[in-house]
């Protein structure tokens, strides 16, 4: 079974930095999509941003220019740089993969899920 591994959440002040690994295990995620999505308590998961594997990259509005979604395909992880972060940010955030590449908004879309890693961000 493939496995994707979260890592890298915690608490933050507001306006400060986190990064977020997701390693994956298995199989190779090099040529999926990849992607982040977050749940906020009593909140639908929402999507975060998408890498495919072209290498081309798509934010949702509210982290466009303080979020940035990379992957090393040596190490078989992806992630994602979180700069100036608001309390809002708050969430448990998720890797998931698109062995497609199709890499919709939508999570119906992909088909592996990590566990999540908490980050939460105080004023």
């Known amino acids: 079974q493939v496995q994707l591994v979260e890592s890298g959440g915690g608490l933050v002040q507001a306006g400060g930095s986190l990064r977020l690994s997701c390693a994956a295990s298995g199989r190779t995620f090099s040529s999926y999509a990849m992607a982040w999505f977050r749940q906020a308590p009593g909140k639908a998961r929402e999507f975060v941003a998408v890498i495919w594997r072209s290498g081309a990259t798509y934010y949702t509005d509210s982290v466009k220019g303080r979020f940035t979604i990379s992957r090393d395909l040596a190490k078989n992880t992806v992630y994602l740089q979180m700069n100036s972060l608001k309390p809002e940010d708050t969430a448990v955030y998720y890797c998931?993969?698109?062995?497609?590449?199709?890499?919709?908004?939508?999570?119906?879309?992909?088909?592996?899920w990590g566990q999540g890693t908490q980050v939460t961000v105080s004023s």
């Open positions: 998931a993969a698109d062995p497609s590449n199709t890499g919709r908004v939508s999570g119906g879309a992909y088909d592996y």
